[in-house]
């Protein structure tokens, strides 16, 4: 059994990780439909990708890999 790391709060590092990229996913789209630069939000999400750990769900790795970004934010939806 794998355990994740914890950090001050009680939650899990993968958890944080998921939590903070569904943000920047969820904030992005509402940018786009409202017209607005989303540079600084795509630079996010590409960190925040590539700081994914190892033990975060091969689909969604996929997804950001090919930048699905609609379809990874659908799959952090249902976790």
């Known amino acids: 059994m794998r355990v994740e790391p914890f950090d001050a709060a009680g939650e899990s590092k993968l958890a944080v990780q998921i939590a903070e990229l569904r943000q920047a ?3 992005m789209l509402a940018r786009i ?3 607005e630069d989303i540079l600084e939000q795509l630079e ?3 960190t925040l990708s590539r700081d994914l750990t190892p033990a975060a769900p091969k689909m969604l790795q996929h ?3 090919r930048k699905s970004y609609t379809k ?3 799959l952090l939806k249902t976790m």
């Open 63 to 65: 997804y950001l890999e």
């Open 44 to 46: 996010r999400i590409d």
């Open 72 to 74: 990874a934010l659908d």
């Open 25 to 27: 996913l969820e904030t």
């Open 33 to 35: 439909e409202t017209g």
